[in-house]
């Protein structure tokens, strides 16, 4: 009785050794378990991008291919990002999908990703060169920051030429600028670049002001008050480094009931579901569209290539590990190319 009793145990105890480490070789084949963190979802952009990225992942979702998602939100703290690293390591995920709360400061998580062996996707902010240099299985999926200044200065030029822009006739675009987060490349280089390049279109500028509004609707509200508390309707442009901010400044003028010939042109940066509506609505004079679908569907193949080994060729790498997607410029005549092609995609 005893004798059978420990044959039972011990055929339990191997069978239980024996399935478990059958699962975990077994299971991951023909797996790939993304694991995702981005910075903080009140970022309407962000928000837009994860949904895309959803959708792309399910894309590569064939009888032979199992792709799973595990997203986190980090709420805008580093600590609970670098937490939430190690909890989808520790998931069994097979690729790392980080937007970094602080991009200055990722050396934890390619330490992690680098013990665990597990390839690592930056997206949209960018580390620098040099950390980017710390682990050859760190990646970056974003857009050419310089790209979106020079298309919204395009933009704004274009406006400038067809007249009404200048509305006092002293030959100079008063201008203020909505500046997103103080040190995420794409505030830095949108701002640069959309001045340079309209001084380069021979528009004659004077800054008013700027003000950083963190890409957020409601400070950059607060923001634009303050400033057209201070000069009144002499801003003629305003240029923000995102259409979040660009509302926020376009609410400021509605909550002060300004009439439309006192309101200055507004340009924006995303093409957002709101962004896209209010340039169709006319409140914003153009916008430069942050290709959420192609980021995404880029950083599906490319998450799907790492794990599975295939498939990275296909993909046009600059600098051996860096992937940039183009920006589109839009404004009134096209913006409804922009609208069709934002509600095609599946929910
Ligand atoms: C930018 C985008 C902003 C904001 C930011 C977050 O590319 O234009 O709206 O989402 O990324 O990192």
Not at 144 to 167: F, H, N, T, Y
Not at 292 to 301: L, P, S, Y
């Amino acid at each position: 009785m005893k004798k059978t009793l420990l044959m039972i145990i011990l055929c339990g105890m191997l069978l239980f050794g024996l399935s478990g480490c059958g699962e975990t070789s077994t299971d991951t084949a023909g797996k790939v378990q993304v694991g995702v963190t981005y910075y903080n979802q009140t970022d309407t952009f962000l928000g837009e991008l994860i949904d895309c990225f959803k959708n792309s992942l399910e894309e590569h979702n064939t009888g032979e291919l199992e792709v799973t998602a595990m997203v986190r939100e980090a709420a805008g703290s580093e600590k609970t990002q670098n937490e939430q690293v190690r909890e989808l390591i520790d998931a069994g995920c097979n690729v790392l999908c980080v937007n970094l709360v602080d991009r200055a400061d990722p050396s934890e998580i390619i330490d992690m990703a680098r013990e665990s062996d597990i390839p690592l996707i930056f997206f949209n902010r960018e580390p620098v060169e040099e950390d980017m240099l710390q682990w050859e299985q760190t990646y970056y999926v974003g857009a050419p920051a310089r790209q979106s200044g020079q298309m919204q200065g395009e933009l704004a030029a274009d406006v400038i030429r067809d007249g009404g822009v200048d509305r006092n006739g002293d030959g100079r675009i008063q201008y203020v600028i909505l500046e997103g987060e103080a040190d995420h490349q794409d505030a830095i280089i949108r701002t640069e670049s959309v001045v340079n390049t309209l001084q380069e279109k021979g528009v004659e500028l004077e800054k008013l002001d700027y003000q950083i509004a963190n890409w957020n609707r409601a400070q950059a509200q607060n923001r634009m008050r303050q400033m057209i508390g201070q000069f009144h309707d002499e801003i003629e442009l305003v240029l923000s480094n995102n259409d979040d901010m660009a509302m926020g400044a376009v609410d400021a003028y509605n909550a002060l009931n300004y009439t439309e010939e006192n309101r200055p042109v507004f340009f924006g940066v995303d093409g957002t579901a709101v962004g896209l509506q209010a340039v169709k609505d006319g409140d914003l004079a153009g916008t430069v569209y942050n290709d959420k679908e192609a980021q995404a569907n880029v950083m599906a193949q490319l998450s799907v290539a790492l794990v599975t080994g295939e498939g990275l060729d296909a993909i046009a790498f600059e600098n051996e590990r860096y992937i940039y997607v183009p920006y589109l410029k839009v404004d009134q005549e096209n913006v409804d190319t922009f609208i069709e092609r934002s509600e095609a995609r599946p929910e």
